[in-house]
Structure formats: C-alpha cells, structure tokens
C-alpha cells in the first residue's frame, strides 16, 4: 500500500497511542527465529498460568500503521480487550501479538490504482508468501508444538492489513484454526472454499475509504452462498476504524471461544 494512502490508519494508530497509552507490560516479549525467518511478537498469558494445563491460543494481526521493530505498537489496538480483568478469568488464553516489519505486508496482495488514485487490492489465489507471512506460519506451527497450547482451540484475528493477512493464513492452513475475526479485510473470493470450514466473524465500517465494505461483503455473500456459517457485521457509520466497534461487541469473545475444531 502506497504511503500516501496510509494517512488515516497512521493518524489512526497515532491517535491511539497518544489517547490510550496502556500498560501492556503484561504481554512478554518474544522473538521468533529460525534459518531467514525473524519475527517479533508479544504474547499473553493467563492469569495463574499452569504450563501442565491446556490453554486456548489467540493470534492476532495488527494493520499497516502498526508495522515496525520495536515489539509495541502492534498491541494499540486490541491489546486492551484481552486485558479485561473480567474476561481473562472468563477466557483464560494464550494471546499473540506478532509485529510484521516497516516494508513487509501480511497478505501477498497486490496494488493498483482506480480512476481515482485509490488503492484496489487485487488478491492472490496462490502464489509464494511474503517474507512476514512465512515467519508468521513459523512462529504460529512453532507456539502450537508447546504442550500447553490446545490445538483443538486456536483462533486467528486481524485488521485491515492484519485482516487480509487473517484470510490469508486460513487458506493456507485452514485445518488449523476453530473460528476466525477479520475486521476491514478482505480477500479474493475464489479462495473461500479453502476455509469454507472455518467459521468466520466478519467486520467493517461502511464508510469505509481505506478499505472498501464490498470486500468484506463478497466474502461473507460467498459463505452464504456455498451454505457455511458465517457472521457479517457492517458499521454504516464507521470509517476505516470499525474495529473500535468491533472490540466492543459483547459476543466478540464469547463468539469465539465457543468454538472448537471437530
């Protein structure tokens, strides 16, 4: 993406951080390495963490604005929610942060302009993955070799780079995960029978000028279509940031953790 189309989900991620400076020492640092792969990533644990036990594992992916090296900006918006007191005993789970880096993308989508100048998101069916998608398979097969992740229990999440990166990722392991979020993503509709089984969650705002609704739209159409569960939520009044909304859901985690794979 083009940097004078990232404006907003910078001004974003910047009001974020000057509004809402949290406490995140809770979340443990770690780096992934292994051969060319390097990914930095913050992870938390449940409260009174017991390694001999099983724990769900939540991945989430950050946006564009949130990419970098220093291992923070990644948890400004979500970071919060698994915080809530109320929620980690409700849910106690392993919670990952990852951090892709300042030039890298999660999804291996391409770019073009329309007649306006904007952004079109041309998506991938195939294809090799970037460099941070490849480390994140790594850190994701990685974190779920530990005996106390419980593999019947994953989950993947993103927003708006981090949510194409979430489709992204199901299409390439769609065995893996029990149920999946993508907020303001988006992806080609011909790779849905890839993780027609998985179910998904999926958000955005209609005002949406970053990322357009319709491509969250035709994939939650395609799920209906082929007669998978599939829930499609849309903001009408939200721009680019309707995962301010989304994290307010009641049911969000709920939704979630409901699921487990067959």
Known sequence: MKPSHLILTVLFAVAGLQAGAQDFSKYDKGLYLNKKDTLAYRILFPENFNPQQKYPVVFF????????????????????????????????????????????????????????GKDRFNFQKGGKPTKAMHALLGMIKNILDKPYADRNQVYIGGLSMGGMGTFEVLRREPKMFAAAISICGGDNIANVNRYKKVPLWIFHGGKDDVVSPELSKEI???????????????????????????????????????????
């Open 61 to 116: 992916l950050h946006g564009s604005g949130e990419r970098g090296n220093d291992n923070q900006k990644q948890l400004v918006h979500g970071g919060k929610l698994f915080l809530n007191k109320d929620l980690r005993k409700k849910f106690p789970a392993i919670v990952l942060f990852p951090q892709c880096p300042e030039k890298d993308f999660w999804s291996n989508v391409q770019f073009s302009e329309d007649k306006t």
């Open 220 to 262: 939650a159409d395609q799920m209906k279509i082929i007669g998978k569960e599939v829930k499609y939520t849309l903001y009408a009044d939200d721009n680019h940031n309707s995962w301010d909304s989304a994290f307010a859901e009641p049911q969000l985690l709920p939704w979630l953790f409901s699921h487990k794979k067959k």
